[in-house]
């Protein structure tokens, strides 16, 4: 029997990772290039199909061992699923909305099956099939980066709401009488607990930090004016994942993300914050966890979706 493997693709506003993955979630290659959204969204999907050529050209050199499953595809912004295209995107890929990935893909790979989803979404996957969902048949996913993604996984499949932009939780809003969010709300999540809401926080109490990693860093280890910053971004955070709480009755809230980095410590901090504001019933069902996908999670989960989400 030959080895059965995927293309997964995972593109983010700074990188984008390339790998070839089995149906366990294991990975044979992997690249990642810079994404150099500056040169705008033609460049970036040229850049995407070449480097699914050269995962491609790996395989033809493994002759006979090696089946292609198909390609999956993660991508930033909010994805139509039905046609794989880009239905929003915000300014770290300049011009991506309206980008129809999975088209131009199938013109380049007209013999391969492709499946275009949204990055936190093919994290979620990732996560129930080889992480820290394992089991679980409801559950939700947090990404703490740049902004803030979401994923909500309902009775073993992904919530898509109406065109494939369901999950957006770095837009609820924790105050409704907060400043203004790029998505025209008030108060969103994504203003308090992602990387560039952090630091808009320092900037705001002319804390010297250089950016959230600095503020994690310090947070650490004991610093006053970090702790100030980051109780408001707990704070923010237990307030979102209690409202998620009650919405969705989960097994478990996942958190993932370069915030998240923060470890054990952070994790805690966000349990304690969220027990406060979470009915016990609704307390007791649920467990708050750390991703455990990692940093590959992203282009696991793109390749993931051809075997457990088949279209
Ligand atoms: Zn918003």
Redesign the pocket.
């Known amino acids: 029997m030959p080895l059965e493997l995927s293309v997964g693709v995972d593109i983010g506003g700074t990188k984008i990772h390339f790998a070839l993955v089995d149906a366990q979630g294991k990975l044979y290659a992997d690249e990642q290039i810079p994404t150099e959204a500056i040169q705008g969204a033609a460049a970036v999907m040229e850049r995407t199909l070449q480097g699914i050529e050269r995962m491609l050209g790996l395989v033809d050199r493994m002759k006979d061992a090696v089946v292609i499953k198909g390609i999956g595809i993660g991508s930033a912004g909010q994805i139509d699923f039905a046609s794989g295209s880009v239905a929003y995107a915000v300014d770290t890929l300049p011009g991506w909305t309206g980008m129809r990935i999975q088209a131009r893909a199938e013109e380049r790979f007209p013999d391969l099956p492709i499946i275009v989803d949204n990055d936190v979404n093919v994290m979620a996957v990732a996560e129930l099939r080889c992480g820290a969902a394992k089991g679980l048949r409801h559950f939700i996913c947090l990404a703490l980066g740049t902004g803030i993604g979401g994923a909500v996984v309902e009775n073993g499949r992904l919530v898509r709401g109406a065109f494939g932009g369901a999950g ?1 939780l ?2 609820v ?1 924790v105050d409704f009488n907060g400043p203004q ?5 008030l108060g ?4 308090y607990a992602s990387g560039s809401g952090i630091a808009r926080l320092a900037k705001e109490e002319a804390a010297s930090f250089n950016d959230s990693r600095a503020v994690m860093q310090a947070w650490l280890q004991g610093d006053a004016q970090a702790s100030q910053l980051m109780n408001i971004a707990i704070a923010a955070l237990a307030s979102g994942i209690s409202s998620l709480i009650h919405t969705f009755n989960p097994e478990a809230v996942i958190i993932g993300g370069g915030v998240a980095e923060a470890g054990d410590a952070f994790l805690s901090a966000i349990r304690r914050e969220t027990q406060k504001r979470t009915s016990a019933a609704m307390w007791k069902a649920v467990e708050l966890k750390l991703a455990a996908a990692g940093n590959v999670a992203g282009v696991k989960g793109a390749a993931l979706q051809l075997w457990h989400y088949p279209k």
């Open positions: 957006e770095g837009h809003s969010c790029s998505c025209g709300n969103c999540l994504e203003l």
